[in-house]
């Protein structure tokens, strides 16, 4: 080739190869793990997060910590991935999720010094991650919708350390009425569907204000104020089309020459309105909710007739009437009988602060329900709104799997000493990968111990010493005092399924970064001039993110 170079990349391009790319794509994942690990626990701390606008939202929910940071770099964009998929899964687990794959790296990178291949390192950690979760379902309590009591506690271990843990008591027992309100069992199978659960919230009064509505609880008022602020035995007609004069589909032009036909046009249109209004009236319906609009006109025939009327109600609140009452959802007025009416003990008009709701309830068996979320400032409105659709997420995942473990380290623990023993009967290189699995795991019961202020090696040797007895599965970090106590005597108790998923989007995400040995920039992330890289000098900061 008479030695001339051949240039295959843009001079332009910035490329990392080998090792070079493993240790920034870990160096990046590792700082996202470690900016959330403070928050991990009853002592964790919170984050305050202020945007380009000055808006600022304080919490210690590790997803929405991770959506809101400006991250830039494509290996924490991943860690970040893990946190939306825990949260999507199970709804709850997203710091433990996010801190252990963390961990997982920065153990894989000492055994990629000791010159481990990368592909050992990830065919060991596959292994130790299916064992983990036989070892995770060797240790769980089976859980039925029975018990309440359990379920309680698992709510409230999942709200401890938010800022509505000095409400949780009332709180946790709101979420569990909900759930089994919407829960429903088939063939002993129970599913369980959150989004028949409406989270409304208003600022004002305290978090113990906080109320589950047995029924629908819509954020409008009624259209008009002639019209009765509460109706009781109330038949329901749900419209999902406008009560208004329909335009022509073709352009049409029409000519009016006199007065009199001025007038005949007008009452017509009046008529036509009127015949909507006796349609609904006819049917016996004393409450209407149209998903579009009312035209004025209509709305005052409705007030004469005495029918409460809301408009623009939100599809998905249409849909959740139509469970929670019984009522079908009905296009043409015309179409509309009797039988499509839905009935609520009561439909009324309330003034939550400087607004009015409707409360749609006392319906004969709701299958939709509402909880309506009080606090004094819009912060921690915002803080009690996260941890009530934290619970919402683990409640439901205690149930459908029907079985949960002890928290408080302890699943971590048990989990990191069966992975040892089973690290041996394997051999190989890849025994050293499943060890590193074992300690990635203790970052757990570690974080919440430094995160209590407590010595982690003192907590962590006591721990594995109750672990090596028989019967000493259940045994976890009580953060208060620094003791080693029973969990599931403590009431600390968490979904199976919370923990598996942790531990398989951990190891997942973990594999995958390490299994990268080279990083182009790509022709089509370029902005402008350069690529769009992140700076891949130093990792400095927050691991490639631009400052907030």
Do not use: W
């Not at 626990?41 to 910590?65: A, F, R």
């Not at 999720?97 to 010159?115: F, M, P």
């Not at 039925?144 to 506690?153: N, Q, T």
């Amino acid at each position: 080739m008479g030695g001339q170079p051949i240039l295959i990349l843009s001079d332009k391009t910035q490329r990392t190869i080998g090792k070079d790319a493993q240790r920034m794509n870990i160096m990046a994942a590792r700082v996202i793990a470690e900016s959330v690990k403070t928050t991990l626990g009853p002592m964790g701390m919170d984050k305050m997060l202020v945007d380009s606008l000055g808006d600022v939202v304080v919490t210690n929910d590790g997803v929405t910590i991770l959506k809101e940071m400006d991250v830039e770099h494509p290996a924490a964009k991943m860690m970040v991935e893990v946190a939306k998929t825990q949260e999507e899964s199970v709804g709850d687990g997203t710091t433990t999720a996010v801190i252990i794959a963390g961990e997982l790296l920065k153990r894989a990178e000492d055994l990629l010094d000791q010159d481990v291949h990368p592909t050992v390192v990830a065919q060991g950690y596959r292994l130790a991650a299916e064992k983990a979760n036989e070892i995770l379902e060797s240790m769980a309590k089976e859980i039925s919708i029975r018990d309440e009591a359990m379920l309680k506690k698992v709510a409230q271990t999942s709200m401890t350390g938010k800022g509505a843990e000095k409400a949780r008591e009332y709180l946790a027992e709101l979420v569990v009425k909900a759930v089994k309100a919407v829960a429903e069992v088939d063939n002993g199978k129970i599913t369980i569907d959150t989004d028949h659960i409406k989270v409304e919230k208003k600022e004002g009064g305290s978090i113990e204000d906080t109320e589950l509505v047995q029924g629908v609880l819509i954020d409008k008022e009624r259209v008009h104020s002639g019209m009765p602020r509460k109706v009781e035995k109330a038949k329901i007609a749900l419209i999902n089309s406008a009560m208004e004069v329909k335009e022509t589909e073709i352009d049409a032009e029409i000519r009016i020459t006199d007065p009199n036909q001025l007038k005949a046009f007008i009452e017509e249109e009046e008529g036509m309105l009127r015949d909507m209004v006796k349609k609904v009236k006819d049917t016996g319906a004393n409450v209407l909710l149209v998903q579009k609009g009312i035209d004025d006109l209509a709305q005052h025939y409705l007030a004469k007739e005495g029918i409460f009327a809301v408009r623009r109600v939100k599809k998905s609140d249409m849909e959740k009437l139509a469970r929670a009452t019984g009522a079908k959802i009905v296009t043409n007025i015309e179409d509309m009988s009797k039988s499509d009416l839905g009935y609520a003990g009561r439909v009324e008009e309330v003034k939550i602060g400087d607004d009015e709701m409707i409360y749609v309830t006392e319906c004969k068996d709701p299958k939709a329900v509402s909880i309506l979320i009080r606090g004094g400032t819009e912060h921690i409105v915002d803080e009690v709104e996260r941890a009530i659709e934290d619970c919402l997420g683990s409640v439901p995942a205690a149930l459908e799997a029907g079985k949960v473990v002890p928290g408080g380290g302890a699943p971590e623990i048990e989990v990191a000493k069966g992975l040892r023993t089973y690290a041996k009967t394997v051999g190989g290189r890849e025994q050293l990968a499943i060890e590193a699995f074992a300690e990635s795991m203790e970052i757990v019961p570690r974080a919440l111990a430094e995160n209590a202020g407590l010595d982690p090696i003192d907590v962590l040797v006591d721990l594995r010493a109750k672990h090596e007895r028989k019967k000493g599965t259940a045994f976890g970090i009580d953060v208060a005092d620094g003791a080693v106590k029973g969990m599931f005597v403590m009431g600390v108790i968490e979904p199976l399924r919370v923990k598996q998923q942790a531990i398989d989007s951990a190891s997942e995400v973990a594999i995958m970064i390490l299994r990268i040995d080279d990083v182009i920039a790509a022709s089509g992330l370029s902005k402008g001039e350069g690529p769009d890289m992140p700076d891949m000098e130093g990792m400095g900061g927050m691991g490639g993110m631009p400052p907030m």
